[in-house]
């Protein structure tokens, strides 16, 4: 979002950094005031308990809040329009950036007149998506759920080879502009890297046992694991046939305008 902001340079990442921290803190918070109420036992309001759960915030909103525990119900709303939200984001600047760079095609980097944000982007991805999730419902809640769990394997592959591609990107002047840039385009992207794809081959190892996700199985090998590889083969046709298309993107042949802007 950082070309959408003021203060494009310092902006944008200074939010992510804040909203990872308070997402954290909220997390711990949350997580130690549940014990402290409800303790871990497995009868009554205990969080061991087996029909607390499936949804524990349900079962204690009430002997929590009392009256007011129909807020539960609006914050978890509110909490659903945001990830709705900052899921439509992502993936419509990933496309314009994409269409921008002739990596797609030029109608995926129009922009909105009247909004100043990626239009066509944003309405494939959206329909993209909800075509995805009414097939995936249709056919089995197991497959949704699993299918869910593949994409959180690929996040990991996408993001540390993103981290990769920063220190090779930079590689020129990692080491020669000061040891912010060192830290900023080389040690901190590497161990990034490094811990995401360490978590990728760690969870592609687990989901390959019939007994990970929701259980179902294809010969033998856990289905998140064959929806994984299922995705990435799809990935790697649309990748090539791009390249037969667009071959200038896979080049290297970006627009001078954006080259320079980078430099």
Request: glycine content about 10%; aromatic content about 12%.
């Amino acid at each position: 979002m950082n070309e959408e902001t003021e203060g494009e340079h310092t902006t944008s990442g200074q939010a992510a950094v804040g909203t990872i921290l308070t997402v954290v803190l909220l997390y711990l918070l949350i997580s130690v005031g549940t014990l402290a109420f409800a303790g871990t036992s497995s009868e009554g309001l205990g969080l061991g308990n087996p029909d607390n759960q499936e949804n524990i915030f349900a079962a204690l909103s009430g002997p929590v809040l009392g009256a007011l525990g129909i807020m539960m119900s609006f914050a978890v709303l509110i909490s659903a329009l945001a990830s709705l939200q900052s899921t439509a984001v992502s993936p419509a600047r990933t496309l314009l950036a994409m269409g921008y760079y002739k990596a797609l095609g030029p109608k995926f980097a129009n922009i909105s007149p009247k909004f100043q944000s990626p239009s066509y982007a944003t309405l494939a991805s959206c329909l993209i998506a909800t075509l995805f999730y009414v097939l995936m419902r249709f056919i089995s809640t197991s497959v949704l759920w699993d299918t869910i769990s593949a994409l959180s394997l690929m996040v990991c592959l996408y993001y540390g080879i993103t981290a990769f591609a920063c220190v090779w990107y930079f590689r020129k002047v990692s080491f020669s502009s000061g040891v912010k840039e060192f830290l900023n385009k080389f040690l901190f992207p590497m161990l990034g890297g490094i811990m995401l794809l360490v978590f990728f081959a760690r969870t592609s190892y687990d989901s390959m046992d019939p007994g990970y996700g929701s259980g179902s199985e294809i010969g033998g090998v856990g289905l998140v694991f064959c929806l994984s590889v299922a995705i990435f083969i799809l990935g790697l046709c649309v990748m090539t046939y791009q390249r037969c298309v667009r071959p200038a993107f896979f080049k290297g042949k970006i627009p001078m305008e954006v080259e320079h802007m980078i430099e």
